[in-house]
């Protein structure tokens, strides 16, 4: 069939199986491009098929040679109607690691489950042995809790205040001026039941009671800072205090390691347009000024430039920097002064007339069609491709 896109609000409907073929293409390209990193060898991604995950996938198998275990939650194609695209990153990605010689297996279906623990850690058994490292990389909006079957769903809200400020629809370029509604109730709890670190450290404390983790164990997941610009949303609003947890949770996982020499780390990533970035009032204005001042600096990156210089220069460093609460800082040049004046100057200016000149509107917007294998570049639209597409290892 001929898959065109079709978007509803902050998503899209359709999906394109080469054009996500090429996308992990060339992050496989990009990784081998920068030679090999000495890290670990048997590892498990969970949240493999998209965004930071993908990538940290990719650069596992590719720039480390290790074998995969993906876990994830996925829409499969069914006739005449385009899989969701973390499946047909998937499947290229298992194409290209077995092409390579590499072991490469997926899971899909709900991580927060005691399910899907068991059929991954069943696999690990049967086919790993032991793991070295575990990347958690899940960003989703609702998690049943596997214990007590409560459904719990996160909000993007602020705390305390009200919150008004400029946005935009990076579909049509519109600024406008956004209201959002403090927290209220349980708003704030529920936001850390789905997005803290509970489920990692249960994922961790399953493995190890299975004693599947090997001598020097190592597990990351992923965090966000940003500036003050989009504070009260962010790292002041609901979704912070889920960071806040996850970060601490960090060293509770340290902790329970200390047997095994294990660690665990927070990485604070890069804002980047991905699925979850796109669905958050406030961040895709801040991010199309920052794309601007970024690329015109020549220090943009997207997810695969951020994970491989997250494992180059910080994880396999002979000496791994982090700041003052022990947090991994890969958004160090998002974050750069100059960088973030630049940010602020521009968004006073920005306007419906005047964004297309002083953002990355274009930037983001390929971007985000991106995500779903659309307007990628080398892939040929007008064919007719097969979305019948299978994962070769899956589960
Ligand atoms: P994403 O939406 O691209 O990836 C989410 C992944 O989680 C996908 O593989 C999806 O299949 C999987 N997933 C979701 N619900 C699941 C479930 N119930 N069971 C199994 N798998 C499930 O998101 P992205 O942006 O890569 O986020 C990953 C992490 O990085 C999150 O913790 C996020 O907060 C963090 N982060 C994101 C930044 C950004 O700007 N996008 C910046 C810094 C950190
Ligand atoms: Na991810």
């Known amino acids: 069939m001929i898959i065109e896109p079709r978007t509803r609000g902050f998503i899209c409907l359709t999906s394109h199986p080469k054009g996500c073929e090429q996308n992990v293409i060339d992050q496989i390209e990009y990784v081998k491009s920068k030679g090999t990193i000495d890290g670990a060898k048997k590892v498990l991604v969970i949240g493999a098929s998209t965004g930071f995950g993908l990538a940290s996938r990719i650069t596992s198998a590719f720039g480390s040679g290790a074998s995969t ?9 069914s006739e005449g109607r385009p899989a969701s695209p973390g499946w047909y990153n998937s499947a290229a990605f298992e194409k290209e690691a077995n092409k390579a010689g590499l072991y490469a297996k ?3 279906g709900d991580a927060f489950s005691n399910e899907i623990k068991k059929q991954t850690l069943d696999l690990i058994k049967a086919d790993l042995g032991k793991i070295d490292m575990v990347i958690y990389s899940l960003a989703s909006p609702v998690r049943t809790h596997p214990d007590t079957g409560v459904k719990y769903k996160s ?11 400029k946005t935009v629809d ?3 370029g519109v600024i406008s001026e956004v209201s959002i509604e403090p927290a209220q109730g349980d708003d704030i709890e529920n936001t850390v039941a789905v997005m803290g670190g509970e489920d990692w ?3 961790i404390d399953a493995l190890k009671k299975e004693e599947l983790l090997s001598e020097g164990f190592t597990t990351i997941a992923y965090s966000y800072i940003g ?9 002041k609003g609901t979704i912070g205090r889920a960071k806040d947890h996850l970060e601490s949770t960090a060293f509770a996982i340290t902790d329970s390691l200390k047997p095994l020499n294990g660690n665990a780390y927070v990485s604070v990533n890069k804002a980047l347009v991905t699925q979850a970035s796109s669905a958050i009032p406030v961040i895709p204005l801040y991010i199309s000024l920052l794309y601007k ?7 943009h990156e997207g997810c695969i430039e ?3 210089r997250l494992f180059q220069d910080r994880l396999y460093a002979d000496n791994m920097p982090t700041d003052d609460q022990g947090r991994i800082r890969i958004d160090d040049w998002e974050m750069r002064d100059d960088v973030q004046a630049k940010v602020a100057e521009l968004w006073k200016l920005a306007t419906t007339e005047s964004l297309p000149k002083i953002g990355d509107l274009k930037g983001y917007e390929k971007d985000f069609f991106n995500l779903f294998g659309f307007m990628v570049d080398g892939v040929d639209y007008d064919l007719d491709v097969n979305e019948m597409v299978e994962i070769p290892g899956l589960q």
């Open 69 to 77: 275990i993906g876990v994830f939650f996925e829409k499969p194609p």
């Open 106 to 108: 997926s899971i899909n």
């Open 155 to 165: 909000v993007l809200k602020p705390i305390g205040g009200k919150f008004q400020n």
């Open 170 to 172: 990076f579909h049509t």
């Open 201 to 203: 450290k249960m994922w």
């Open 227 to 235: 500036p003050s610009l989009t504070e009260a949303v962010y790292r």
């Open 293 to 299: 001042v970024m690329k015109e600096e020549g220090i």
């Open 306 to 308: 951020q994970i491989q």
